[in-house]
């Protein structure tokens, strides 16, 4: 079929192939190699590298230019034909630079990060698979492909949490991850199979595309209707329902969310790459994908879900200690937005905001990484019995860590999406349509960017808070522990290269040449599906400037509260702060309503299975064994003897008539003579 | 007086001692001697059973042929014996065991 393509684009697709394929060499090779070889890293890191090139390359192609949807027949059943194949469009080719772009400072990264690890290249193989999981799934344009990467980017993002599985925490958290994810990958699945029974095809392109059996396929009367079959409409309402799962699942949205915090178990690079940049971005993916199956009313509650995920993670990012917790919720917080934007119809939005939080978020983290690994030494270095990734023992580490507090403070700044950074651009984007999505409806509408507009002062708060308490004031460590050795710097090249790599990609000019207006952004224009021209609405004037100044101020606010020394500030009993301390406490819930019912109903069956049906099959194996034994006794004693007894009878017998044959004359004169005076006595008797 | 029952006596004993001797002795001359004794108890019966014919006297002279018989019988049976004990230098009727079916 390749052939049938233009050279240009055969080229293309050939490019693609190898980005894909390239980490999963890296992986393999990698498996070979010894547990501690440290050619793993380089091994991984050039494979990512080669994938960056081919996927820019592809990229160049592709964007903003003309799709490409190659397939080939990959199994009949009956008269059934499976297609696999590549589907390189704008939101594709994006993800695919986006993840390998993002995949490589980490890589990078981890090549120093993990250098002291017993497991060494056991961590790029499991990074490689991972980079290869996710590349796969944005390119594949067969649901059941998507999903088989979907699960693939699950497990391996398990095998990472429990990377340290000698934890007990991290062991824990990767089951829960894992759980959770599998409950989401359920609705994926029933999703794909109740699209199957109504169009009867897996392609992506055939689904979902401009004028493909989706778009054709109307609701009317109680009844799905679509060119290809009718259903009820209950159906069309669990697909959606199913998808939603799968995206709450992996991109971390309430219900679901609660893995996400957990995952930060794992080394940080991977929190960085996995839990923050790429993976939780599938769920999102996911929505871009199937976008036009989502009628108004389910777009409404996606928008309301995401909204309440935003402002729920937000409230808990304020209190938390643990510095990735806080990037943790903070990640969620994000998400949610995406997905609000998602549902209030700013898809191109949205998948902008993608694009800017990966590298803010995980230029974040890995800055995080570097301080807890400072703080680590210092913990091993002085033998202490301290939590390296507590906030409240840091401070002061600006002038300890100058890079390193350059680089966080610009993604801190892209987070809170002030002016000149592209969390700016995407953020502004969004809440703009938000505000502009809920005119025209009812007032109740409005909550929602309204609420999304508190949860961005709200991330102003926890990101200055963040960022005072680790790197402003003085090492609070100092003042517990006073005697402590340290010489802490910001690291070899191999942190300082991605870290300003990050730094520089979070800047505006890289999204837009006009750094106050997201229209002007070329992702923002290139994903745009419905190409509307925005109507000039007072909002794109107001809500930059609300957001910026309150921000502003809600900054200077938390900068001067937090750099006192003293820092007890708030009242640490009241109800909302245990509330947020407690995240909600939705893993209490959780626990309470969920695992504990699960688990009595475990130890319920347990205890049936062991009692009733373990007792009944022992009674039988009693009951038959005694039966058993009576058959043996039977056996041996009856039956056995009677024949026994049989035996001996022929026996005297046959002894007895031998006694005449012995062969002597004498004898047989005498038995004839016994037997003739036998006969004479009888016959005197009788 | 001797009468026919005292014979009758006699002969009994004499064929009750030969047959045991047959039965019981381990020497095929002594079991020879006790079919002599046998033989001789029933011509002793016919001597005295003799006396109902007195005209013809067949009671002697079937006697006197059972003698000239027996004679003959035991020159044989000395031969035969005589044999047996060249081929297994024994005489005792319980190892001479080669006529017996395999």
Redesign the interface.
């Known amino acids: 079929m390749n052939n049938l393509l233009p050279y240009q684009d055969s080229i293309l697709i050939t490019c693609t192939i190898a980005a894909v394929a390239l980490p999963l060499l890296a992986a393999l090779v990698n498996f070979c190699l010894p547990v501690k070889s440290k050619v793993a890293g380089w091994v991984s890191a050039l494979a990512i590298l080669g994938s960056c090139v081919l996927a820019a390359k592809v990229f160049a192609g592709i964007w903003n230019n003309h799709d490409i949807h190659t397939q080939q027949v990959w199994f009949t059943i009956g008269s059934t034909k499976v297609f696999a194949g590549i589907l390189l469009n704008n939101l594709s080719v994006l993800l695919l630079l986006l993840v390998s772009v993002i995949a490589l400072p980490v890589h990078i990264y981890s090549t120093a990060y993990m250098k002291h690890d017993d497991r060494y290249s056991r961590y790029f193989t499991y990074l490689s698979f991972f980079c290869f999981s996710m590349l796969a799934l944005v390119v594949v344009d067969s649901l059941v492909l998507f999903y088989a990467f979907w699960e693939l980017v699950g497990f391996s993002s398990y095998l990472l949490i429990g990377f340290w599985f000698t934890r007990d925490k991290a062991v824990q958290a990767n089951k829960k991850a894992f759980i959770i994810n599998r409950i989401g990958d359920i609705g994926l699945l029933s999703a794909i199979i109740i699209l199957f029974t109504q169009y009867h095809t897996f392609d992506i392109v055939t689904l979902f595309a401009e004028k493909g059996l989706i778009s054709q396929s109307v609701v009317n009367n109680d009844l799905w209707i679509a060119p290809t079959g009718t259903l009820p409409v209950i159906w069309q309402y669990i697909a959606c329902a199913g998808i939603f799962m799968a995206v709450a699942a992996k991109s971390a949205q309430f219900p679901l969310h609660t893995w996400l915090p957990d995952a930060m178990e794992g080394p940080t690079s991977v929190s960085a790459l996995i839990h923050a940049a790429t993976m939780v971005a599938a769920g999102v993916f996911l929505l871009g994908r199937v976008y036009p199956m989502f009628t108004q009313t389910e777009l409404t509650a996606l928008a309301c879900i995401g909204c309440f995920t935003a402002f729920m993670a937000a409230t808990i990012a304020l209190t938390q200690n643990d510095l990735k917790r806080i990037l943790a919720y903070s990640t969620i917080s994000q998400l949610g937005f995406m997905i609000l934007a998602m549902g209030v119809g700013a898809y191109s939005s949205s998948l902008f905001h993608l694009a800017t939080h990966a590298f803010f978020k995980c230029l974040l983290f890995l800055v995080a990484g570097i301080v807890i690994h400072q703080m680590q030494h210092i913990k091993d270095d002085n033998n202490l019995d301290i939590d390296p990734q507590d906030i409240s023992l840091m401070g002061g580490l600006r002038k300890r860590l100058p890079l390193t507090f350059i680089t966080a403070v610009i993604a801190g700044l892209a987070l809170i999406g002030l002016p000149l950074t592209s969390g700016y651009l995407s953020k502004d984007g969004i809440l703009i349509q938000a505000f502009e999505w809920s005119d025209g409806k009812s007032i109740w509408f409005k909550i929602i960017p309204l609420t999304a507009l508190l949860t961005s002062w709200l991330t102003a708060f926890y990101v200055v808070r963040l960022i005072v308490k680790v790197f402003f004031g003085e090492f609070r460590l100092l003042n517990i522990v006073p005697n402590i050795k340290e010489h802490i710097t910001d690291g070899g090249w191999q942190y300082k290269l991605p870290l300003i790599l990050l730094a520089v990609c979070c800047l505006f000019p890289l999204f837009s040449i006009n750094p106050l207006s997201y229209e002007h952004a070329w992702l923002f224009n290139g994903l745009n599906i419905s190409r509307l021209t925005k109507f000039e609405s007072i909002y794109n004037l107001i809500i930059p400037v609300a957001v910026n100044v309150v921000s502003l101020g809600v900054m200077f606010f938390a900068f001067t509260i937090y750099s006192k020394p003293k820092t007890a500030l708030f009242p640490q009993t009241g109800l909302f702060y245990q509330l947020s301390y407690n995240q909600w406490y939705f893993d209490a819930i959780y626990n309470r309503i969920i695992i504990k019912p699960i688990l009595l109903l475990c130890r319920a069956c347990f205890r049936f299975d062991r009692r009733i049906i373990d007792g009944f099959i022992h009674l039988l194996a009693h009951t038959s064994g005694y039966i058993a034994k009576l058959a043996m006794w039977t056996d041996r004693n009856i039956v056995d003897g009677f024949l026994h007894l049989m035996a001996s009878i022929v026996q005297s017998i046959g002894n007895f008539a031998r006694k005449f044959q012995n062969g002597k004359v004498q004898y047989y004169l005498f038995s004839m003579l016994l037997i003739v005076l036998a006969l004479f006595i009888l016959k005197i008797l009788i | 007086m001797i009468t026919l029952t005292d014979f009758m006596i006699v002969s009994a004993v004499l064929f009750c001692t030969g047959?045991y001797m047959?039965?019981?002795k381990q020497n095929a001359i002594q079991?020879l001697i006790g079919i002599e004794l046998i033989l001789n108890a029933a011509i002793l019966n016919m001597v005295a059973f003799g006396k109902y014919d007195r005209v013809n006297n067949g009671g002697q002279i079937f006697a006197l042929f059972a003698i000239v018989l027996a004679a003959a019988t035991t020159a044989v049976a000395l031969a035969i014996i005589l044999n047996v004990y060249r081929k297994y230098k024994t005489i005792d009727?319980?190892r001479i065991?080669k006529l017996?079916d395999e």
């Open positions: 047959l047959i039965v019981s079991i009727p319980g065991d017996r």
